[in-house]
Antibody, heavy 121, light 112 residues
Framework: EVQVVESGGGLVRPGGSLRLSCAASGFTFSDFIFNWVRQAPGKGLEWVSS????????YYADSVKGRFTVSRDNAKNSLSLQMNTLRAEDTAVYYCAREIQDDGTNWFDPWGQGTMVTVSS | QSVLTQPPSVSGAPGQRVTISCTGS?????????VHWYQQLPGSAPKLLIY???NRPSGVPDRFSGSKSGSSASLVITGLQAEDEGDYYC????????????FGGGTKLTVL
């Protein structure tokens, strides 16, 4: 079964750090781009970061640039999101999503179940 | 406010048909980028519903259909069922922003 599973969420104080992980199984992890997408409580989806299959190309939303770092370990089929200098507005469920590329277009499938990050004093 | 505009809510009775629109611009949907749709049921993660404007993944009922024209796209749900109630998001790509991927603001579907 193709699946991705996030972990590492929790409660952290403003200015603190947290590291999220995403474990993949059921497919060849190193063949795919991965993304982090977050959803603040009661809000819509916001793309956060993308990392290419090799890890060479990395992109961030302006809202997290300079504070978040995405990385991957293809040998361990895992993805990470290091989040530093956290703010209250980073409070959200963070989803890991595999990016499918086909015939010049890309979409996200599957998504993990998400991990909740709460930034509060 | 999202660059991809969706109605905040739609509703319909069981068995009815509803349409959810996703309006973009010349830098995203209008530039030829494909639109994808995701369904998020209450308490669950988003799930791919329609990819490349009008294609259904295996397992998605044919009650769900998508289309794209110009700078807009639409998701149509026919034969509404109670289990369709949830949030629906469109997604596309935009070349004018620093953000790689765009999501619509989401539409809450209520089955009356």
């Amino acid at each position: 079964e193709v699946q991705v599973v996030e972990s590492g969420g929790g409660l952290v104080r403003p200015g603190g750090s947290l590291r999220l992980s995403c474990a993949a199984s059921g497919f060849t992890f190193s063949d795919f781009i991965f993304n982090w997408v977050r959803q603040a409580p009661g809000k819509g989806l916001e793309w956060v970061s993308s990392i290419s299959s090799s890890g060479y190309y990395i992109y961030y939303a302006d809202s997290v640039k300079g504070r978040f770092t995405v990385s991957r370990d293809n040998a361990k089929n895992s993805l990470s999101l290091q989040m530093n200098t956290l703010r209250a507005e980073d409070t959200a469920v963070y989803y890991c999503a595999r990016e499918i590329q086909d015939d010049g277009t890309n979409w996200f499938d599957p998504w993990g179940q998400g991990t909740m990050v709460t930034v509060s004093s | 406010q999202s660059v991809l505009t969706q109605p905040p809510s739609v509703s319909g009775a069981p068995g009815q048909r509803v349409t959810i629109s996703c309006t973009g611009s010349s830098s995203n949907i209008g530039a030829g980028y494909d639109v994808h749709w995701y369904q998020q049921l209450p308490g669950s993660a988003p799930k791919l519903l329609i990819y490349r404007n009008a294609n259904r993944p295996s397992g998605v009922p044919d009650r769900f259909s998508g289309s794209k024209s110009g700078s807009s796209a639409s998701l149509v749900i026919t034969g509404l069922q109670a289990e369709d109630e949830g949030d629906y998001y469109c997604q596309s790509f935009d070349t004018s922003l620093s953000v790689s991927w765009l999501f619509g603001g989401g539409t809450k579907l209520t089955v009356l």
